[in-house]
């Protein structure tokens, strides 16, 4: 519905409901602490919104508080990440966008709850939970820089499967023979067509430093995989044009299920590149971060017992 609203909104907000919480904090409106906690229960996706609210409520229930952060801390296990979802990101002080380099959304995210916690619970009780999940999640370095921590005297061990991964065989890459790279019209037309037949794909979206300060940016590379094939959409390119709009409706509407790894980031950078809507129902979307791994390189470790290399994770997505 957020994404529908903002999309028939005459401005790029892509944060409709933002705007309508704003307005309603602005006019003096306060919310329950119980109907806080039953809203972020029934919808862990928006922890972040219930954060603010009680923040914002300049609300002082010490049992709301504890049941607040425990439901916040299952949903950033999850990368559930703040502001993504209905939050109204950037409430508290310590809220910004924070690059790839720099930890991205899991770290802005740990960083604003850690500001709520330090401002909403009790005596800052619980503070170290955060701190721990931050090592879980693979960003303690960068966390600790972001919030002036000092290294911690002993390591906190990672929830995640224990692996050997210098020891593992790599993953190959894909034969070159198998990938396409897609830069015009005709061939985009023909990569829709094989993604509208295939039984499932599977997606996802890299962007540059300058879509980091939006989280439902446009994105600069769409990769797609159907069967062997993996095509690599220039989406930077081909921005604006009707076919990249008839490509990604295609991708995300349709029967076959789409497979993704923390999908949400995609789904809102793929929405923004959607024509009006169709009424076309969309695909079901299988979310592999959400089988228990905290991240892909774990997953990779886990299941098909090999070593991922992210070296490129954070190259220069916009570079032609």
């Known amino acids: ?61 010490p ?7 425990k439901i916040a801390l299952e949903a950033l296990g999850r990368r559930l990440h703040a502001g993504e979802a209905l939050g109204v990101y950037g409430v508290l002080a310590a809220s910004r966008r924070r690059r790839k380099s720099e930890g991205g959304a899991t770290v802005d995210s740990l960083v604003h709850a850690r500001a709520w916690g ?50 593992l065989p790599p993953l190959e890459p894909v034969p070159t023979s198998s990938v396409v790279w897609v ?48 095509y690599l959409v220039d989406a930077l390119s081909l921005r604006g044009t009707d076919a990249l709009g008839r490509f990604v409706e295609r991708l995300l509407h349709g029967e076959g299920p789409l497979l993704g790894f923390a999908f949400e980031h995609d789904r809102l950078r793929l929405e923004a590149l959607l024509p009006a809507a169709t009424g076309r129902p969309r695909r079901p979307v299988v979310d592999l971060q959400r089988a228990g791994h905290v991240g892909l390189r774990d997953a990779c470790a886990t299941w098909l017992g090999l070593r991922l290399d992210k070296s490129e994770q954070c190259s220069d997505w916009e570079r032609r």
């Open 1 to 61: 519905a957020d994404g529908a609203l903002g999309r028939a909104l005459p401005t790029r907000d892509r944060q409709p409901i933002r705007l309508v919480l704003e307005a309603l904090l602005g006019g003096g409106a306060l919310f329950e602490p119980a109907a806080l906690v039953d809203f972020a229960r029934a919808e862990p996706q928006s922890y972040a919104t219930a954060l603010e609210l009680y923040a914002r409520g300049g609300l002082s229930d």
């Open 183 to 230: 830069g015009d019209a005709a061939s985009l037309d023909a990569a829709g067509a094989a993604v509208a037949a295939a039984s499932r794909i599977a997606v996802d979206t890299e962007w540059g430093e300058s879509a980091d300060d939006d989280a439902a940016a446009p994105p600069a590379l769409i990769q797609a995989a159907v069967g062997e094939r993996v």
């Open 118 to 167: 330090v401002a909403c619970l009790a005596g800052g009780d619980g503070l170290d939970a955060i701190d721990a999940l931050a090592v879980t999640l693979g960003v303690g370095a960068k966390y600790r820089a972001a919030v002036g921590a000092p290294e911690p005297p002993l390591p906190v061990a990672k929830s995640a499967p224990v692996v050997a991964y210098a020891s």
């Open 63 to 69: 049992a709301c508080a504890t049941e607040l952060w």
